[in-house]
Every structure is written in C-alpha cells, then in structure tokens.
C-alpha cells in the first residue's frame, strides 16, 4: 500500500481529463476504483473535490491517496504510457489521413468534420484521439492533441508530432501565442455589425448536464466578431476572433447577442434553427489558425468548409472569396 502522494501535472498534461490522466499514471487502477474515490473525496486536485471529466491545467497539483501495490504504477511526468490497443482498420486510417491540411516533421494540422468528438467522454467510442496512432507512420511516436475542438465545430485541430513539439504547442495555446478565426452562420444580425464582446463566462450543472453561462462572477471571456455577410433579413455570415479561450466562449457569446449560432440548441434553443432547407447541424467552423511553429517561424492553415456549411453558402449565396480579414484591417 503506498502513501498519499502530491504530484504535479506537467504542461503536455494541460486539458486532460482527471480520468485520462489517471488512466496514464495508475493504469491499474478502475474506473469503478476511481468513481468510488472521487465521490468520498479522497482524490483532489488543488485542494478541492472533483470530478472524472474535470480538466487539468498545468502546475495543479493532483492528492493521491494510499493505493494497492498493484495499482500503484506511477509513470515519469510528461511521457505517455503505450496505448493499449492501437489497432485501426484500413477505413479508420484512411479517414483521419484525409483530414490532414498540413503535415511536416514537428506539426499537423486536421480539418475536423462536424460531429466527430475529439476526446472520448460519455458515450463516445470513436474519436480523433482514438484515430491518432493513424497519423504515426514511420514516427516512433503517437501524434498528440494539444488543443479541442466541440464535437460539432468543424475545422482546424492542431497536432504535436512528438512529445516535445506537443508541449511546445500547448504552451503557446496556453499564452494565448496564436490567432484564431472562426466563421459561423447566427441567427439574425448582432448590433452593432462589428466589436468586441466581454461577458465572463462560468460552468454549471444543469439537469441536461454541464453548461457554460454568462457570469459577473465568472472568468473573462473576450471575443471579437464582424459581420461579413447577411441573407435578407435573416441569417448572418460572422466571423469571430477569439482572445481568450473559454469553452464554448463564442457559442455562448452569440447567442448573448440574441444571435446564436445555426444548430447550436444547446444555447439558442429553438431560434438556434431556420426554416427551409438550411442543415440543422452546428454552423460554426475554425476557418483558420496562425501559431507559433516548434521549429521557428510561424505556421499559418485555412481548412475549407465542412460539406453541409458549403451547401448552406452556396444556399444562401455566400461566397467564400468575398471574405476579407476585418481584424486585420482594424488592428484587432
């Protein structure tokens, strides 16, 4: 039986799940074993109670408490046990090779379609990090998530080729050392047409679940937007920047607006949807990303609309090159 323990959780770690991370470090350890901990309080992470799906930041420190000898298989910080199974058919590895926008020896870069989760939770069996050891080729290692994407957001998702480029990454997402830009389709216009939105935003638990709303109390949230294009009266092409990177930041600053997001009921609820034949699938799509490359210089990627936001361009008639950067052009 071991002892209580402190460990640190190190800045590849960054945005783990608590049950991935434990996973890694006690991979003996169940997750009934690990439920059944977590609900008496013997686990905590900086002090307080927590949950399986909680994520992990850099620097927090994780409390421990005494295991069995045979789960008590610790291993170094920052390196990442071999996967368990990695077996991925033919279809599986050709699917997440068709996603590649960009790929050199430290980097690469996915257009994530809508509706494929990026990490495993609740329900959720495939997804792009079950799909990784299909973009190791002749690496020694697993590529490595360094940032997320909702489920239903579609477009650029950023992959460390190696260990050490992958914390490179997080880091420079984590110092907010990247520009990010958006493209989604609102429900109405926001007024004015162009700015910057700063509601803070903060987590509760709902009946249906965990869900992020506007908050005085909460963490800052910055987002800059600008309407590119409108079809009538209704609906709007927006572009957001975000500043900051809170979960579900420009969902819920949307629909703040009185503008949510094409498709997103979990935050526009029944005005989220229109009539006709637009799709009732998210319309929100990481368009492009500038960051930081691990080895020098910067790394600028644009991934193409995902299949049913195209249909609703061409449906609305948006064009694509009639877009220019309004960020650039105000100095936001």
């Given at each position: 039986m071991s002892r209580v323990q402190h460990l640190i959780v190190s800045d590849n770690e960054t945005d783990q799940r608590l049950d991935r991370w434990f996973r890694a470090h006690f991979p003996g350890l169940s997750h009934g074993q690990l439920e059944k901990l977590l609900r008496k309080g013997d686990i905590r992470v900086d002090k307080k109670r927590s949950k399986a799906s909680?994520?992990?930041?850099?620097?927090?420190?994780?409390?421990?408490?005494?295991?069995?000898?045979?789960?008590?298989?610790?291993?170094?910080?920052?390196?990442?046990?071999?996967?368990?199974?990695?077996?991925?058919?033919?279809?599986?590895?050709?699917?997440?090779?068709?996603?590649?926008?960009?790929?050199?020896?430290?980097?690469?870069?996915?257009?994530?379609?809508?509706?494929?989760p990026v990490q495993g939770g609740?329900?959720?069996?495939?997804?792009?990090?079950?799909?990784?050891?299909?973009?190791?080729?002749?690496?020694?290692?697993?590529?490595?998530?360094?940032?997320?994407?909702?489920?239903?957001?579609?477009?650029?998702?950023?992959i460390g080729r190696t260990r050490l480029a992958a914390k490179f990454l997080t880091e420079a997402f984590r110092r907010r050392d990247t520009r990010k830009i958006y493209w989604a389709l609102v429900a109405g216009v926001p007024k004015p047409r162009e700015g910057t939105i700063t509601y803070n935003l903060a987590k509760i638990v709902t009946a249906n679940g965990e869900k992020v709303v506007v908050a005085k109390d909460g963490q800052k949230a910055v987002t800059?937007?600008?309407?590119?294009?409108?079809?009538?009266?209704r609906p709007a092409w927006v572009v957001f920047k975000p500043v900051t990177g809170r979960t579900h930041q420009i969902r819920v600053h949307a629909a703040a607006l009185g503008t949510p997001?094409?498709?997103?009921?979990?935050?526009?609820?029944?005005?989220?949807?229109l009539d006709g034949a637009v799709s009732k699938k998210m319309h929100?799509?990481?368009?492009?990303?500038?960051?930081?490359?691990?080895?020098?210089?910067?790394?600028?990627?644009?991934?193409?609309?995902?299949k049913h936001?195209?249909?609703?361009?061409?449906?609305?008639?948006?064009?694509?090159?009639?877009?220019e950067d309004p960020f650039l052009e105000h100095g936001l």
């Open positions: 909680d994520r992990l930041e850099a620097g927090q420190t994780v409390r421990i408490p005494p295991l069995a000898d045979e789960v008590y298989k610790p291993v170094p910080a920052g390196t990442v046990p071999k996967a368990q199974d990695e077996r991925l058919s033919d279809q599986d590895i050709a699917e997440i090779r068709k996603m590649i926008l960009h790929m050199d020896d430290a980097v690469i870069v996915l257009n994530k379609p809508a509706g494929l609740s329900g959720q069996s495939r997804h792009i990090d079950g799909l990784l050891g299909g973009l190791r080729f002749d690496y020694p290692e697993k590529p490595k998530l360094v940032h997320r994407l909702d489920k239903d957001t579609s477009g650029v998702l950023v800059d937007y600008s309407v590119v294009a409108i079809a009538g009266q997001v094409v498709g997103d009921g979990k935050y526009g609820g029944s005005e989220a949807f929100l799509h990481a368009r492009e990303i500038t960051i930081s490359h691990p080895e020098g210089g910067e790394l600028s990627i644009t991934a193409p609309l995902d936001m195209a249909e609703t361009w061409k449906l609305l008639d948006f064009h694509e090159n009639d877009y």
